[in-house]
């Protein structure tokens, strides 16, 4: 039995030539051998997939893809049988014509994803609360904590510092009062770093990845940054399930990499 599921609002398909194959979207999560258009290579996670095209499955008891397209449709195949797998799934076409933000946004995960994987890391429990920011490094070497941890509730943690390029994570205790303060943390210079905070149980309470910016390029790099968070939130609402934490994260790590 094939299985199409495709988590959105209902809305009108709206099909046209020009936008058919003009813009790409993204092989999210692949589980099993899948074949674009019936060709022999094999699609893997970050591989191009144009709307339109055909996806076949090799015989599997449960092979399954993902699909992130950039008008925001978030489209999940699944197949459970060789004769449906072999059949296949037609990708729908876009439902409008995506705006040159969400082009760049998909050309800048695309490639992040295609880079070098950094520190690997533990995926975070589900009662982790997860963030992503742009700081701007002061001029004595220190960022502020109060735009990160705003979320954070007030207490006493212990801290990881890793920045991607770090084999081992530094640790210090923080004593957080909450946002209204100016509590800073010193830093070896700009990059994409990861906080770790954990309570007294040792539970990981928030999770935070940072791109720190010299005080020129924060500006814009900001603004970029704010650009893709509200593409994504648009998209989620009407698409729900997209892998919102994740594809932040790749962003700020294609803009330290645009650098």
Not at 14 to 39: F, M, S, Y
Request: glycine share 6%.
């Amino acid at each position: 039995m094939c299985i199409l599921r495709i988590w959105s609002a209902v809305l009108p398909l709206i099909a046209t030539t020009a936008w058919l194959h003009a813009e790409n979207g993204i092989a999210w999560d692949v589980k099993g051998n899948w074949q674009l258009n019936q060709t022999s290579n094999l699609l893997r996670r970050g591989d191009d997939i144009a709307p339109g095209s055909l996806l076949t499955a090799e015989t599997s008891t449960n092979a399954s893809i993902l699909a992130l397209l950039p008008d925001g449709q978030r489209l999940l195949f699944e197949c459970h049988e060789s004769s449906s797998c072999s059949q296949g799934f037609r990708v729908p076409a876009l439902l409008e014509k995506p705006d040159v933000d969400a082009i760049k946004l998909f050309d800048s995960i695309r490639a992040a994803m295609h880079q070098p994987a950094g520190n690997t890391l533990p995926p975070p429990a589900s009662n982790t609360s997860q963030t992503e920011a742009i700081v701007p490094m002061q001029t004595d070497g220190t960022i502020l904590l109060k735009q990160p941890l705003a979320a954070l509730p007030p207490g006493k943690y212990r801290m990881t510092i890793q920045r991607e390029s770090d084999a081992q994570p530094s640790e210090q205790e923080l004593t957080w009062p909450g946002p209204q303060d100016d509590k800073r943390l010193s830093l070896p210079g700009t990059g994409v770093y990861t906080l770790r905070l954990f309570g007294d149980l040792g539970v990981e309470r928030m999770r935070v990845v940072l791109l720190v910016e010299s005080p020129s390029l924060f500006p814009s790099q900001h603004e970029a940054f704010t650009e893709a968070k509200k593409d994504l939130q648009e998209w989620n609402e009407s698409f729900p399930g997209w892998p919102m934490h994740d594809w932040l994260q790749l962003f700020l790590k294609s803009l330290a990499q645009s650098e």
